[in-house]
């Protein structure tokens, strides 16, 4: 998907250190998760719907968005979220989520969940105006293996 100069494409190995950078700037990064390891790992597991945005040349341009889709057959999930602070407020979030719903539905992904903390109130919001609605459900977790 290409949006004026911004272009929504699958993730390249050599922009690690860009999608690294902007999660950290975007309040993502927490000490329990390792992003070099969840890059590494999304690699690992359909790595064609790992999703940054760039600015300029497609091949070569500045990250500003990112999108950790997946599918597991039941539901499809949205994880790291990003937009660059300069690009936030343009539609860039809601073009990246767009295209993470098209790629599920080619899929035939009937259903997808994210979770967001409580806390985070605007990004709530940011959802809700897209559709999305608090499902009335738990999100529970365990962590299998420690990131360091």
């Excluded at 911004?6 to 922009?15: E, L, T, Y």
């Excluded at 539609?91 to 994210?114: F, S, T, V």
């Excluded at 559709?131 to 365990?142: E, F, N, Q, R």
Aim: charged share 25%; proline share 5%; with cysteine.
């Amino acid at each position: 998907m290409t949006a004026g100069s911004i272009a929504i494409r699958p993730f390249a190995v050599g922009d690690t250190e860009a999608v690294v950078a902007l999660w950290r700037a975007a309040g993502l990064v927490k000490p329990w998760n390792d992003p070099y390891l969840d890059v590494e790992r999304k690699l690992s597991v359909q790595p064609e719907l790992f999703l940054v945005a760039v600015a300029g040349d497609p091949a070569a341009g500045r990250v500003v968005g990112t999108a950790m889709v997946g599918y597991e057959g039941h539901r499809g999930w949205v994880n790291y979220l990003a937009v660059a602070d300069p690009a936030r407020g343009t539609g860039l979030g809601r073009a990246l989520m767009d295209e993470a719903e098209r790629r599920l539905i080619e899929r035939g992904c009937p259903k997808l969940n994210l979770q967001v903390r409580t806390s985070n109130t605007e990004v709530i919001a940011f959802y809700e105006r897209l559709g999305y609605v608090i499902d009335d459900a738990v999100s529970l977790g365990k962590r299998l293996i420690p990131d360091g």
